[in-house]
């Protein structure tokens, strides 16, 4: 996690940034509203840009960014780019994007951002983070993962591929199923929430009262803006930056494999001997399509 990431992780948690914008005076107020506002607008622009589109003096502004509570005009670039990414919607993440000209650049376009999307996961995610969690989710009484509507695809994936060495694993998807679950947690349970940009409330609150029980939380989202941050023992950032209009989603399948790969190796005999009777299963079990051979020599 960089110095940048750290100070947004923290003014988005406490919520300090809405705290200290509220307190400024009335013309400071007036003057970078519209940063806010308009994020986008300004994302991209150095300090002297910024001034002169908001009419103001660079050292006026730098001191009102300071008073937000931010050291550096660079630690609040890397917020305003938190906060275009989390505010986008389906429309705005793909007009934003830089455009290639004619559908085979904007193809090829789409896998470079893919690419960047799991370069950014790699350079950012830390092992012992992953391993710690791992390690709850093999010693818990329980899991229960949180996601719903387009991040529950990756988290039946998830619940799918945790079942197949935990039987203690449940997925919450709609609210009355998150919010049900939820009830019986405690504090050798564990859960993970999965939701990207502003996050569906019912999976924001859900975590909320899992963190209330002692549930030791995990959060999984686009930026450390997520309203997941609040609650959660451990939030990892897997970007959902794209070229269409549905979220990427390359970088959070990689992140759940990684935490496979930590889980499978925790106790890594017990799993082995579950696996034994899964790779039976895959072998012979009813359920394969099999098809005997024919000896029969194929007319030419």
Known sequence: MTTNQKLSSRLAGDGNISIRLDALQGQRRKVIQPIFDRPRDYVLLSLRQMARKLGEDPSTLLRTIRALGFRH??????????????????????????RRSGVPGLIQQSIERDLENLKQLRNSLDPGSVIKVANKIATSRGVLILAGDMAANLGKYLEYTLSMVRSNVLIAITPGEMVHRVRFLGKRDVVIAITYRR???????????????????????????????????????????CVSFADSYTSGMAFINALLVAVSSHRRQSTTNLLKKVSEEQRTGQRFYFREQSTDIPRS
């Open 73 to 98: 005009y660079s630690e609040f670039r890397a917020y305003l780019h938190d906060r275009v990414v989390t505010f986008a919607t389906s429309l705005e993440a793909m007009e934003q994007s830089p």
């Open 199 to 241: 996050g569906l409330r019912q999976t924001v609150e859900a975590l909320e009262a899992a963190s209330k029980s002692g549930a030791y939380c995990v959060g999984v989202s686009g930026g450390f803006l997520s309203p997941l941050v609040s609650f959660c023992d451990d939030f990892f950032v897997t970007p959902i930056e």
